[in-house]
C-alpha cells in the first residue's frame, strides 16, 4: 500500500550549467552563462555557485530586466535556462521565508525562439504572409513581436480582435477573422473595428454576414482531408465541395462580396502530403468562383504545420501551389496561412514543484508491496504531484492530444543530475482532486526524486496557459520573458522600435 511521504526541507542549491535536452547544444560556449553569473554575483569566480537555505546571493536580480512595455512584466537577457533555475532559487528562498504559494509553477517564454521561427517562415515560404493563430497562445508579449515583424492575425472570437487591435499600431485588414460561424453580435463589432475579412461555410451564415456587415470581404472555407493530424477540425467547420456552387450563388444574391477560399488540414499535421490535395480542392473553387461571376484574390492555406515537419511541408505546399496556381503573379494572387504552434510551442518551457510523493513505505516486504487488495494502488512505481496539471497549463494532453515528457530540473537541491543516477518507474500528477488529471501515467524518473524537487517541461507554448482554468482554487501559471537564444538582440530592436512609435504600450 502507498501512502504519502512528508520528507525535511532541502539542501544548498547547486548553480551547475549542466540540464536539458534543449540545453545540451549549447554546453560548449558557455561564456555568455559565465558572464551573467558573474555579473549577478560578483565574488564568485565560476559557473557553480552554492545558495544556502537562507541566500545572501541577490538572485532578484534576474527579475529587474528591461521595461519595454511598462503594462507588461520586464524582458530579460540570458538563455531561458537560466531563468528556470533563478525561479526555483527564488522559490527556495521565498519557502524558507514562509511565503505563501511559494513553490507556484512558472513558464519561461523565449521570444528568441519565436523570432526564429519567423524567419525560418520567411526563408521557406516567402511568398506566404502568416496571420498568428491568436487562439493557440494570445501571449501579449508574442503578439507585440509578430505584430512588429509584420505578420497578421487570425481571430476567432471579438475578445482576439480586441487585444489584437488595443496594441495598437495593427491595422484591421491584418486580422482574418476566421470563424466560420460567428455570433451575429461578433460580426457587427467586427465591422465596427473594421475587421473586414471573415470566413463562411454556410448559408446562414451569408444571411447573418447580410444583415450585420454589408462591407465584409468573404472568405469560403472549405472541407479537406485532415484525418493526418493530432486535431481535426473537419467534423465541425468546412463547406463540401458540392456545396460550394449554391454558396457563392446564395453570396451573390445576397449582394456580398466573396474574395477567396480557405482550408485547415488540421492542427498538428504529421503528414505534409494533404496539402496537395488541399490546394487541388482550392484551384476548383477558384474555377467555381469564375463561374459565380467572382474573381478571388486571396488563398488561405491554413495552419497545422507541425515543427519538425515544416521545411517538408514548405515544400509539399510551395510545389502544390506553383502547379494549381501558375499565374498567380500576374493575377495578383495573394497568399496567406494561420500557423499558431509552429510560432510558440518550442518558446515555452514549465518549471513545476513536485507537493506530494506516493510510494511503498521504505522497509516494506516484497510480500506487501506485490499484494492483490482492493486497496492496493493500480499505479506503477512512485506516483508524482506537481502543481499544474490538465485543468491548468497541461489542458493540451485532454484538448490538443499532447504527450509530455518531463525531464529533472533540480534534485536534492542540485541543477546537476548525473546521468547514472538509478531510475524507477513512475507516473506524474496535478494537483486538483480530479482522477482525470495525469500529466504523464508512465515514465521514468529518478529514485532519488523527492517532495520539494522541480520537474521541467519543454515545448510548452501551444494551447496550454490560454485554456488554463482556477478549478479547486489553483492559480494560472505566471511567465517570465527573455530574449536569450539566438536573435535575442533582434527582437529587443523590433519591440523597442515597436514601443518607440507609441504601439504595445
Given at each position: 500500500?502507498?501512502?504519502?511521504?512528508?520528507?525535511?526541507?532541502?539542501?544548498?542549491?547547486?548553480?551547475?550549467?549542466?540540464?536539458?535536452?534543449?540545453?545540451?547544444?549549447?554546453?560548449?560556449?558557455?561564456?555568455?552563462?559565465?558572464?551573467?553569473?558573474?555579473?549577478?554575483?560578483?565574488?564568485?569566480?565560476?559557473?557553480?555557485?552554492?545558495?544556502?537555505?537562507?541566500?545572501?546571493?541577490?538572485?532578484?536580480?534576474?527579475?529587474?530586466?528591461?521595461?519595454?512595455?511598462?503594462?507588461?512584466?520586464?524582458?530579460?537577457?540570458?538563455?531561458?535556462?537560466?531563468?528556470?533555475?533563478?525561479?526555483?532559487?527564488?522559490?527556495?528562498?521565498?519557502?524558507?521565508?514562509?511565503?505563501?504559494?511559494?513553490?507556484?509553477?512558472?513558464?519561461?517564454?523565449?521570444?528568441?525562439?519565436?523570432?526564429?521561427?519567423?524567419?525560418?517562415?520567411?526563408?521557406?515560404?516567402?511568398?506566404?504572409?502568416?496571420?498568428?493563430?491568436?487562439?493557440?497562445?494570445?501571449?501579449?508579449?508574442?503578439?507585440?513581436?509578430?505584430?512588429?515583424?509584420?505578420?497578421?492575425?487570425?481571430?476567432?472570437?471579438?475578445?482576439?480582435?480586441?487585444?489584437?487591435?488595443?496594441?495598437?499600431?495593427?491595422?484591421?485588414?491584418?486580422?482574418?477573422?476566421?470563424?466560420?460561424?460567428?455570433?451575429?453580435?461578433?460580426?457587427?463589432?467586427?465591422?465596427?473595428?473594421?475587421?473586414?475579412?471573415?470566413?463562411?461555410?454556410?448559408?446562414?451564415?451569408?444571411?447573418?454576414?447580410?444583415?450585420?456587415?454589408?462591407?465584409?470581404?468573404?472568405?469560403?472555407?472549405?472541407?479537406?482531408?485532415?484525418?493526418?493530424?493530432?486535431?481535426?477540425?473537419?467534423?465541425?467547420?468546412?463547406?463540401?465541395?458540392?456545396?460550394?456552387?449554391?454558396?457563392?450563388?446564395?453570396?451573390?444574391?445576397?449582394?456580398?462580396?466573396?474574395?477567396?477560399?480557405?482550408?485547415?488540414?488540421g492542427s498538428g499535421c504529421y503528414d505534409p502530403s494533404v496539402y496537395t490535395d488541399a490546394i487541388s480542392r482550392a484551384r476548383a473553387v477558384f474555377d467555381m468562383g469564375k463561374e459565380a461571376g467572382y474573381t478571388f484574390s486571396l488563398l488561405d492555406v491554413g495552419g497545422g504545420f507541425e515543427d519538425a515537419l515544416f521545411e517538408q511541408a514548405a515544400a509539399v505546399l510551395t510545389e502544390a501551389i506553383d502547379q494549381h496556381f501558375p499565374d498567380r503573379h500576374a493575377q495578383?494572387?495573394?497568399?496567406?496561412?494561420?500557423?499558431?504552434?509552429?510560432?510558440?510551442?518550442?518558446?515555452?518551457?514549465?518549471?513545476?514543484?513536485?507537493?506530494?510523493?506516493?510510494?511503498?513505505?521504505?522497509?516494506?516486504?516484497?510480500?506487501?508491496?506485490?499484494?492483490?487488495?482492493?486497496?492496493?494502488?493500480?499505479?506503477?512505481?512512485?506516483?508524482?504531484?506537481?502543481?499544474?496539471?490538465?485543468?491548468?497549463?497541461?489542458?493540451?494532453?485532454?484538448?490538443?492530444?499532447?504527450?509530455?515528457?518531463?525531464?529533472?530540473?533540480?534534485?536534492?537541491?542540485?541543477?546537476?543530475?548525473?546521468?547514472?543516477?538509478?531510475?524507477?518507474?513512475?507516473?506524474?500528477?496535478?494537483?486538483?482532486?480530479?482522477?482525470?488529471?495525469?500529466?504523464?501515467?508512465?515514465?521514468?524518473?529518478?529514485?532519488?526524486?523527492?517532495?520539494?524537487?522541480?520537474?521541467?517541461?519543454?515545448?510548452?507554448?501551444?494551447?496550454?496557459?490560454?485554456?488554463?482554468?482556477?478549478?479547486?482554487?489553483?492559480?494560472?501559471?505566471?511567465?517570465?520573458?527573455?530574449?536569450?537564444?539566438?536573435?535575442?538582440?533582434?527582437?529587443?530592436?523590433?519591440?523597442?522600435?515597436?514601443?518607440?512609435?507609441?504601439?504595445?504600450?
Open positions: 500500500m502507498s501512502q504519502i511521504e512528508v520528507l525535511p526541507a532541502h539542501c544548498p542549491i547547486d548553480f551547475s550549467l549542466s540540464r536539458s535536452d534543449s540545453f545540451s547544444h549549447y554546453r560548449e560556449n558557455l561564456t555568455w552563462a559565465k558572464t551573467l553569473v558573474d555579473d549577478l554575483f560578483p565574488s564568485t569566480t565560476t559557473t557553480s555557485i552554492l545558495v544556502t537555505a537562507d541566500p545572501t546571493a541577490d538572485e532578484d536580480d534576474l527579475s529587474s530586466g528591461i521595461r519595454i512595455f511598462p503594462s507588461l512584466p520586464p524582458l530579460h537577457h540570458g538563455h531561458p535556462e537560466i531563468h528556470l533555475r533563478a525561479g526555483v532559487m527564488r522559490a527556495s528562498r521565498l519557502a524558507n521565508e514562509h511565503e505563501p504559494n511559494a513553490e507556484k509553477a512558472f513558464f519561461v517564454a523565449d521570444l528568441s525562439q519565436v523570432y526564429r521561427q519567423h524567419q525560418r517562415w520567411k526563408t521557406s515560404l516567402p511568398e506566404i504572409q502568416p496571420f498568428y493563430a491568436v487562439k493557440c497562445n494570445p501571449d501579449p508579449y508574442v503578439i507585440r513581436l509578430l505584430a512588429a515583424l509584420g505578420a497578421g492575425f487570425d481571430c476567432a472570437s471579438n475578445g482576439e480582435i480586441s487585444q489584437v487591435l488595443s496594441v495598437g499600431g495593427i491595422d484591421p485588414a491584418r486580422i482574418i477573422f476566421a470563424n466560420p460561424c460567428k455570433a451575429v453580435s461578433f460580426i457587427r463589432s467586427a465591422g465596427k473595428m473594421g475587421v473586414e475579412t471573415m470566413t463562411f461555410d454556410n448559408a446562414d451564415e451569408l444571411y447573418k454576414i447580410a444583415r450585420a456587415h454589408t462591407s465584409a470581404k468573404l472568405v469560403v472555407r472549405i472541407l479537406t482531408d485532415d484525418s493526418k493530424s493530432l486535431c481535426a477540425f473537419g467534423i465541425k467547420f468546412g463547406a463540401p465541395l458540392n456545396t460550394v456552387p449554391g454558396l457563392l450563388a446564395k453570396a451573390r444574391e445576397l449582394g456580398l462580396d466573396v474574395v477567396g477560399v480557405s482550408f485547415h488540414v495578383k494572387l495573394r497568399i496567406i496561412a494561420e500557423p499558431g504552434r509552429f510560432y510558440v510551442s518550442k518558446a515555452f518551457k514549465l518549471a513545476a514543484n513536485i507537493i506530494a510523493r506516493r510510494a511503498p513505505l521504505t522497509g516494506a516486504s516484497e510480500t506487501d508491496m506485490d499484494m492483490d487488495t482492493p486497496e492496493a494502488s493500480d499505479q506503477p512505481g512512485v506516483m508524482y504531484y506537481i502543481n499544474d496539471g490538465v485543468y491548468g497549463s497541461f489542458n493540451c494532453i485532454l484538448f490538443d492530444h499532447q504527450v509530455i515528457h518531463p525531464f529533472v530540473l533540480s534534485m536534492n537541491g542540485s541543477f546537476h543530475v548525473r546521468e547514472s543516477e538509478p531510475q524507477k518507474l513512475s507516473s506524474v500528477w496535478g494537483p486538483t482532486c480530479d482522477s482525470i488529471d495525469c500529466v504523464s501515467p508512465r515514465t521514468t524518473l529518478p529514485s532519488a526524486l523527492q517532495v520539494g524537487d522541480w520537474l521541467g517541461f519543454d515545448n510548452m507554448g501551444a494551447y496550454t496557459v490560454c485554456a488554463a482554468s482556477q478549478f479547486n482554487g489553483f492559480e494560472v501559471s505566471n511567465v517570465t520573458y527573455t530574449t536569450g537564444g539566438m536573435g535575442g538582440s533582434e527582437v529587443q530592436k523590433a519591440l523597442a522600435g515597436f514601443a518607440a512609435s507609441g504601439y504595445g504600450l
